[in-house]
């Protein structure tokens, strides 16, 4: 049974860089998609952006500009970067397994964006 | 504002037959898969459907999937309490490079 597990600080200064890492278990990170989901508190889902193992990527156009998303297959591990955050950027971010659709999901994360 | 229109809420009964309604365009659901997706309280979300009418394994065989042109649909026969959730519907949008769009969601209160 894949599992995933989300990483990284709880709390954002507005400005800076988000950063996050999905780690999965149970499974190799090769041979397929991967990618980053988030929900504002109380609202609902946002696909933020996937990756390939191999290294390609898409995302979201409205995101595109400070979004980046990397992967390590050594650790099995991939890794989302979001710059230039402000208040709108918190939410619970979630990876999953998939690309155009997700059977694995992690537990989410909340990051806060906030001086 | 989603491109997936969804009811907010809605609610039924025990053993009822219910039904969540996602209505898109052309650019997405008229030719891209649908998928539905059961977000539990306080819980990452669950995939429900996807290729349209297909089941994972572990999914009951009360939810089941349809879609019509540029809509869609969830089925839940006979409602139990354990379905009150958050349900979203999800495709791809050709007319955003493929992009991943989401439903609004619909809340399930089963009364």
């Known amino acids: 049974q894949v599992q995933l597990q989300e990483s990284g600080p709880g709390l954002v200064k507005p400005s800076e860089t988000l950063s996050l890492t999905c780690t999965v278990s149970?499974?190799?990170?090769?041979?397929?998609?991967w990618s980053w989901i988030r929900q504002p508190p109380g609202k609902g889902l946002e696909w933020i952006a996937y990756?390939?193992?191999?290294?390609?990527?898409k995302y979201s156009p409205s995101l595109k500009s400070r979004v980046t998303i990397s992967v390590d297959t050594s650790k099995n591990q991939f890794s989302l970067n979001l710059s230039s955050v402000t208040a709108a950027d918190t939410a619970i971010y979630y990876c999953?397994?998939?690309?155009?659709?997700?059977?694995?999901w992690g537990q989410g994360t909340l990051v806060t964006v906030s001086s | 504002q989603s491109v997936l229109s969804q009811p907010p809420s809605a609610s039924g009964t025990p053993g009822q037959m219910f039904t969540i309604s996602c209505s898109g365009s052309?650019?997405?659901?008229?030719?891209?898969?649908v998928y539905w997706y059961q977000q539990l309280p306080g819980t990452a979300p669950k995939l429900l459907i996807y290729?349209?009418?297909q089941r994972p394994s572990g999914v009951p065989d009360r939810f089941s999937g349809s879609k019509s042109g540029t809509s869609a649909s969830l089925a839940i026969s006979g409602l139990r309490s354990e379905d009150e959730a958050d349900y979203y519907c999800?495709?791809?949008?050709?007319?955003?490079?493929?992009?991943?769009?989401f439903g609004g969601g619909t809340k399930v209160t089963v009364l």
């Open positions: 999953a397994s998939g690309g155009s659709y997700h059977d694995y």
């Open positions: 999800a495709t791809s949008d050709d007319s955003l490079s493929g992009e991943e769009v």
């Open positions: 149970g499974g190799s990170i090769s041979s397929y998609y």
């Open positions: 290729r349209n009418n």
């Open positions: 990756i390939f193992y191999s290294g390609n990527t």
């Open positions: 052309s650019s997405n659901i008229g030719s891209n898969y």
